[in-house]
């Protein structure tokens, strides 16, 4: 985790670094909570879209989850195991929920 928050940083230090004078550039602040099931996510999820794609839906049902991590799989051919997928949609619920089950 440390790693890849290091290796962020130091990729934007790099793009700044190329840059003469100044640039503003839009920043955008996603809140990604970490915890139990994070790494998964960043596992499963992010290799095709940002964080983004989540955190707009709003807090959401477990059932979404489930639903929306299935058509993930089923319909974009995401390589999620069985196991994984509980660990998501855990995870999502969790700290994007809105508390009902269904
Ligand atoms: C194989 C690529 C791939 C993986 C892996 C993937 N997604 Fe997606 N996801 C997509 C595509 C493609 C879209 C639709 C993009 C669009 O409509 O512009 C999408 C859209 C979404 C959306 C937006 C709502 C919707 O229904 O379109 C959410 C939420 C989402 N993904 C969550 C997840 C979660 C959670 C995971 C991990 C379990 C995940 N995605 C993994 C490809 C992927």
Same mark, same amino acid.
């Given at each position: 985790?440390?790693?890849?928050?290091?290796?962020?940083?130091?990729?934007?230090?790099?793009?700044?670094?190329?840059?003469?004078?100044?640039?503003?550039?839009?920043?955008?602040?996603?809140?990604? &909570? #970490?915890?139990?099931? =994070?790494? /998964?996510?960043?596992?499963?999820?992010?290799?095709?879209?940002?964080?983004? @794609?989540?955190?707009?839906?709003?807090?959401?049902?477990?059932?979404?989850?489930?639903?929306?991590?299935? &058509? #993930?799989?089923?319909? =974009?051919? /995401?390589?999620?195991?069985?196991?994984?997928?509980?660990?998501?949609?855990? @995870?999502?619920?969790?700290?994007?929920?809105?508390?009902?089950?269904?």
């Amino acid at each position: 985790m440390k790693k890849i928050l290091l290796l962020a940083i130091l990729s934007v230090g790099s793009l700044f670094a190329q840059v003469k004078g100044e640039v503003e550039v839009p920043y955008i602040a996603y809140e990604i &909570k #970490m915890g139990n099931g =994070f790494d /998964a996510v960043q596992a499963n999820c992010l290799m095709c879209h940002s964080f983004g @794609y989540i955190i707009n839906q709003g807090p959401q049902s477990k059932d979404f989850w489930a639903k929306k991590v299935d &058509k #993930m799989v089923t319909h =974009f051919k /995401a390589p999620i195991t069985k196991e994984d997928a509980t660990i998501v949609t855990n @995870y999502l619920f969790q700290h994007y929920g809105n508390g009902k089950l269904k």
